[in-house]
């Protein structure tokens, strides 16, 4: 497996990220992307809470999106390239 990129490339399966998502957040998340927010992915941290990380419509900055439905910009935490 080294060497080989195993992350996936494909467009992540939009109902299986939303599934993961508290009810506040499932809100939420309409109104973000009509202002051009996108849901990319979710991580999901052992023994914590799934965090839904959104990116903008350029794709240079990205955001999570809190339990109660606010958004973060400074999570406290740095994504791979």
């Known amino acids: 497996m ?9 467009d992540p399966d ?3 990220l939303r599934a993961a ?13 009509r202002f051009g927010w996108k849901l990319r992915f979710v991580r999901r941290p052992l023994f914590q ?8 419509r ?5 955001v999570t999106l809190e339990p109660d439905g606010s958004i973060n910009e400074n999570p406290g935490f740095k994504l791979r390239d």
Do not use: C, M, N
């Open 2 to 10: 080294y060497g080989r990129e195993r992350r996936k490339t494909t």
């Open 14 to 16: 939009h109902d299986a």
């Open 21 to 33: 998502l508290t009810p506040a957040q499932r809100a939420a998340l309409p109104l973000l992307e």
């Open 49 to 56: 809470d799934p965090v839904p990380i959104l990116f903008d």
């Open 58 to 62: 350029e794709g240079s900055r990205w």
